[in-house]
């Protein structure tokens, strides 16, 4: 969702080993008919990133990744703005995504042993009356019940005077 642009974006994928293989085939093969391109210009699942140096850190995530020995299995180019659907196999704690946001479309495929190693479930959900947001500079505060009115809302003192107000000089 919106290039991987979000803050609740999975940012990784844990797989048992077991079936991993499958399903890095079966997710590769939908990163595959997922076009990037200029929404202006056709039909397409990936618009452009925020800019070029988001883009830019993007493949550079990608290029670590493969360059410590990550699977490029889909996806991993780069031009200008748009960045295709990108799946990463193999993806260890040495290499820069295994820690780092990407806010990018990229899926990092990390092989786990069994449950006791396996945390997985997606991120974007929310829970109308929960506050919630990102932390330091990211978003524009709390959304959600009471707490995003108090983020997005000043109280401030108006008196409207329904009648002409008397002065004594």
């Not at 290499?95 to 780092?100: S, T």
């Not at 069994?114 to 829970?127: A, L, R, S």
């Amino acid at each position: 969702m919106y290039q991987g642009q979000i803050c609740m974006s999975t940012e990784r994928v844990m797989v048992d080993q077991e079936i991993a293989d499958d399903f890095v085939a079966k997710l590769s093969a939908k990163a595959h008919t997922l076009p990037a391109g200029d929404p202006c210009k056709g039909n397409v699942v990936l618009g452009p990133l925020i800019g070029l140096d988001a883009a830019e850190r993007v493949e550079g995530l990608v290029n670590d990744a493969v360059g410590k020995g990550a699977k490029l299995v889909a996806g991993g180019k780069r031009d200008g703005c748009i960045v295709a659907a990108t799946v990463l196999d193999h993806v260890t704690p040495a290499v820069r995504i295994y820690h780092e946001e990407s806010f990018g479309p990229i899926a990092p495929i990390i092989g786990v042993r069994d449950v006791k190693d396996h945390i997985n479930g997606p991120t974007v959900q929310d829970e109308a009356q929960i506050p919630f947001s990102g932390t330091k500079a990211s978003g524009y505060g709390r959304f959600g019940g009471q707490a995003a009115i108090n983020e997005f809302t000043d109280v401030r003192w108006i008196t409207v005077e329904t009648e002409p107000h008397q002065y004594p000089f």
